[in-house]
T-cell receptor, first 111, second 114 residues
Framework: GENVEQHPSTLSVQEGDSAVIKCTYSDSASNYFPWYKQELGKRPQLIIDIRSNVGEKKDQRIAVTLNKTAKHFSLHITETQPEDSAVYFCAASRRTYKYIFGTGTRLKVLA | DGGITQSPKYLFRKEGQNVTLSCEQNLNHDAMYWYRQDPGQGLRLIYYSQIVNDFQKGDIAEGYSVSREKKESFPLTVTSAQKNPTAFYLC?????????????FGAGSRLTVL
C-alpha cells in the first residue's frame, strides 16, 4: 500500500547547527508534499510545502527539496534555535482527501 | 486558536461507554477530517467528509462514527466497539477544491479510557 517513510525518528543538534529530516514516498503520483511542526500537546502547523513541479522551496531558515525520480523529499532547518524543538511530520498527497503521513521526527535543539 | 475548535481538550471514558468529540470550523471549508495520533506513528485517517450529509471511511474507521449535518460541524463518536480508543484525536479541514490542499488542524482532543 501507499506509505511514507521518515528518518530519523529522533534528532539532536546543537543550537546554530543545521538539521535535516528525510522522507521517501511510495506513490509516484503524489504531487503535494507538506511539512508540519507539532509542539508538545498542540496542533500540527504547516511550516512549508512543495508541489511536484518545483525542486526546491525556501522560507527563511527552512527549505524543502524534492527529488521526484527517487521519490524523496527533505526538510532542511539552518541556524537552529531552541524554539525549533518539536516533532516534525512529512506527508505526501496526490489529491484532496488522501494524505499519507510519515511517523514523525522528534527534533531537540540543545542550547 | 481560531479556525477549527475541538472540544473537549481532555476526556476520560470508562470501558463500554460511547463518547463524542466535537469539531467546529469557521473557515468555510468544504472538507473535514478526523485523524488519530498514537506515539511513534503517523496520523491515521478515521473518517472524512467532502460535503454536508456525506462522509467516507478512512483507514481505521472501525469502532468510530461521524455525522455531517452542517458544513461547520463534524463530530466524531468513539463507540464501545473501538478496542483501543486511548489516543490523541485531531480534526482537520481543507477548502475542498480539486487537487491537494493544505490541511488546517484543530488543537486536538486527548481521550483516555480508564
Amino acid at each position: 500500500g501507499e506509505n511514507v517513510e521518515q528518518h530519523p525518528s529522533t534528532l539532536s543538534v546543537q543550537e546554530g547547527d543545521s538539521a535535516v529530516i528525510k522522507c521517501t514516498y511510495s506513490d509516484s503520483a503524489s504531487n503535494y508534499f507538506p511539512w508540519y511542526k507539532q509542539e508538545l500537546g498542540k496542533r500540527p502547523q504547516l511550516i512549508i510545502d512543495i508541489r511536484s513541479n518545483v525542486g526546491e522551496k525556501k522560507d527563511q531558515r527552512i527549505a524543502v527539496t524534492l527529488n521526484k525520480t527517487a521519490k524523496h523529499f527533505s526538510l532542511h532547518i539552518t541556524e537552529t534555535q531552541p524554539e525549533d524543538s518539536a516533532v516534525y511530520f512529512c506527508a505526501a498527497s496526490r489529491r484532496t482527501y488522501k494524505y499519507i503521513f510519515g511517523t514523525g521526527t522528534r527534533l531537540k535543539v540543545l542550547a | 486558536d481560531g479556525g477549527i475548535t475541538q472540544s473537549p481538550k481532555y476526556l476520560f471514558r470508562k470501558e463500554g461507554q460511547n463518547v463524542t468529540l466535537s469539531c467546529e470550523q469557521n473557515l468555510n471549508h468544504d472538507a473535514m477530517y478526523w485523524y488519530r495520533q498514537d506515539p511513534g506513528q503517523g496520523l491515521r485517517l478515521i473518517y472524512y467528509s467532502q460535503i454536508v450529509n456525506d462522509f467516507q471511511k478512512g483507514d481505521i474507521a472501525e469502532g468510530y462514527s461521524v455525522s455531517r449535518e452542517k458544513k461547520e460541524s463534524f463530530p466524531l463518536t468513539v463507540t464501545s466497539a473501538q478496542k483501543n480508543p486511548t489516543a490523541f484525536y485531531l480534526c482537520a479541514s481543507t477548502p475542498g477544491s480539486s487537487g491537494a490542499n493544505v490541511l488546517t488542524f484543530g488543537a486536538g482532543s486527548r481521550l483516555t479510557v480508564l
